[in-house]
């Protein structure tokens, strides 16, 4: 029986789309491994998003001894891989369905490169517990300049209402208690099947059962198009008190440049909203330093911007070129500054994280089990995450004492 072996790189919609893959290959009759030295066969499900991270797995690609199938969003750099991997077999995101014929492609040592697109409404998945991966959508209507992903994932694709549903209806029999509902950007569901994130999530609710969704990632100029209704949606005990928004820079200029669909302000005035309905919600954002064309006085509103609205969670990357898009033709900030600059942003996304987590400490907070490691980790009703000393099934829930905290996590023991 051949082995395979998934390695996922990226977002939760690409560790959703490595569920969907083991789910067909398990139906075909292939052994799922724990460990690539276990398998036959690697599957290398990639990122795109940064150039350090395209280049780390680009390198893992050409030292692997084994037969391999390229997947994920890497696949949009077609002269990089056959100038660099001998033989590659390649499955684009829109072609999943076909991954069997890659595995054997591989395993025969063929060429092959599969990016036809498909619809994957029908397409088995593996379902998960405790944690759920449902993707509600691909593609976005953004145009950013410095978005490499816009070219893996052209095309905005909403997956129908009543197949969601049935995703998680047919999770939540198998245990799920988290619902991670991703996509590129859940802002854009519904736009081109004549509906909406807020009629999904208003169905979704709906939803008999103990768990929890968690609401992927959306745009700021979504939220401020949602307006109240996705603050009242939140509020729902159905939903984590979390909230994904990247706001990318704290310069409207920069912002500008950067092509993105919404201001600084319009930020802004949604973490005042949603903190003013749900005061212990969970702001997460994401910030590019090192943008062309960045001044130090730019660079510096986006320190402010951290300082005064004080994120939970920040996800930071250094800007680089991304070939294919509008920034590459743009002339770059030397690798020192952006370094530097890097440097500066972290330490303060640190201290402020660091600080919201500590005022935990000493308080106790129900939390439901969803990893094993040392201890098992969990989260809180707004998402923070918790390490708790002792074993705890996974799924159930526990009342937890906060005794420290650092700046990604609250750490504590059963009460």
């Given amino acids: 029986m051949v082995r395979v072996y998934f390695k996922t790189y990226g977002c939760t919609l690409n560790q959703a789309d490595t569920d969907i893959m083991k ?23 990639t990122c795109t998003v940064k150039g350090a991270t395209e280049n780390k797995i680009m390198e893992e690609m050409k030292k692997e001894k084994k037969p391999f199938v390229i997947a ?8 990089r891989i056959l100038n660099e991997i001998k033989n590659p077999v390649v499955v684009g995101p829109y072609a999943l369905e076909k991954i069997c014929t890659a595995i054997q492609a591989a395993l025969e040592g063929k060429t092959l490169w599969l990016d036809r697109q498909e619809d994957k409404r029908g397409i088995i998945r593996n379902i998960t517990a405790p944690i759920l991966r449902i993707p509600i959508q691909e593609g976005c209507v953004g145009n950013c300049a410095f978005c490499q992903t816009k070219l893996a994932r052209p095309f905005l694709r909403s997956y129908p209402l009543k197949t969601i549903k049935l995703w998680i209806e047919e999770g939540l029999k198998k245990g799920a208690k988290e619902i991670q509902i991703t996509g590129m950007d859940s802002g854009a569901y519904g736009l081109d099947i004549n509906s909406s994130l807020i009629e999904l999530l208003d169905e979704l609710v709906k939803t008999e059962g103990d768990f929890r969704i968690r609401l992927g990632m959306i745009n700021p100029q979504h939220v401020a198009r949602f307006d109240d209704e996705l603050v009242e949606l939140i509020e729902n005990k159905k939903f984590y008190k979390f909230i994904h928004m990247p706001v990318q820079s704290g310069s409207e200029k920069v912002c500008k440049d950067m092509n993105r669909p919404h201001t600084v302000g319009d930020f802004r ?73 890097s440097r500066i942003c972290s330490e303060l996304i640190r201290k402020v994280c660091e600080e919201n987590n500590k005022r935990y400490i000493g308080k106790t907070v129900e939390v439901v089990a969803l990893e094993k490691g040392e201890g098992t980790k969990g989260r809180t009703d707004n998402y923070k995450q918790v390490v708790m000393d002792d074993e705890v099934e996974l799924g159930k829930r526990v009342k937890v004492k906060i005794t420290d905290a650092n700046h990604g996590s609250l750490f504590g023991g059963i009460c």
Wanted: proline fraction near 3%; hydrophobic fraction near 35%.
């Fill in 23 to 45: 789910g067909i290959v398990e139906h075909a009759g292939y052994e799922l491994a724990d460990k690539s030295t276990d398998a036959d066969v690697i599957i290398y499900n």
């Fill in 72 to 79: 994920g969003c890497i696949y949009v750099n077609r002269e």
């Fill in 269 to 341: 005035k949604s973490v005042k909203k949603f903190r003013e309905k749900i005061p212990d919600i969970s702001i997460a954002t994401d910030i590019i330093v090192g943008y062309c064309g960045e001044t130090d006085e730019e660079f510096k509103e986006t320190l402010q911007l951290i300082d005064e609205v004080r994120p939970d969670i920040v996800n930071i990357s250094k800007f680089t070129l991304r070939k294919g898009t509008k920034a590459e033709k743009v002339k770059q900030l030397p690798t020192e500054t952006i370094k530097q600059r």
